[in-house]
């Protein structure tokens, strides 16, 4: 199977964790510098403002692509906004393996399982200085809540949405 650009694809494994299991620390860890590197070291803050516990089951769920080796490659997490809505956040994919797919993966799980759960929305928000994140949430289906046409750094936090049943 070939992802982006003729890119082979990754055969992975889908494992659900815990935001604070040590499997989890490389998208934790690399996602934090990526933000940081982007909006500057009070982005940090981003990574430390929800407990584990916001991402537990039966209201969310950390969800990681594994390499056959165990190696995390991708991931992403989802969290109770409302009765009917999830909110995903902490999408990754490690930067030796972008362009492949993973992220489209990632969020295909994470609708699958946050439907799974109960929820019939999903809802989120990516950074203005994101754009290939933008790009992957208009080709998933996820609808913009605002102005496509704008200039994203006069938005502030881009949010989308996407109604699973």
Avoid: C
Wanted: without cysteine.
């Amino acid at each position: 199977m070939t992802g982006p650009a003729g890119v082979r694809a990754l055969d992975v494994e889908v494992r659900r964790v815990r935001i604070d299991d040590p499997l989890a620390e490389p998208l934790v860890r690399e996602l934090t510098e990526e933000y940081v590197r982007r909006y500057g070291p009070e982005a940090h803050q981003e990574m430390t403002r929800y407990p584990a516990d916001s991402w537990a089951e039966p209201h969310g769920g950390v969800l990681l692509l594994l390499l056959e080796d165990g190696e995390p490659v991708a991931g992403g997490a989802y969290k109770r906004l409302d009765a009917r809505t999830a909110e995903v956040k902490r999408m990754w994919t490690h930067s030796a393996h972008r362009r492949r797919g993973l992220a489209t993966r990632v969020l295909a799980e994470l609708e699958r399982a946050a439907g799974a759960a109960g929820y019939h929305r999903i809802f989120l928000t990516t950074g203005p200085l994101q754009p290939e994140a933008k790009g992957l949430y208009l080709v998933n289906g996820y609808t913009p809540l605002f102005d496509v046409a704008a200039d994203p750094l006069t938005i502030g936090p881009l949010p989308f949405e996407k109604h699973l049943h």
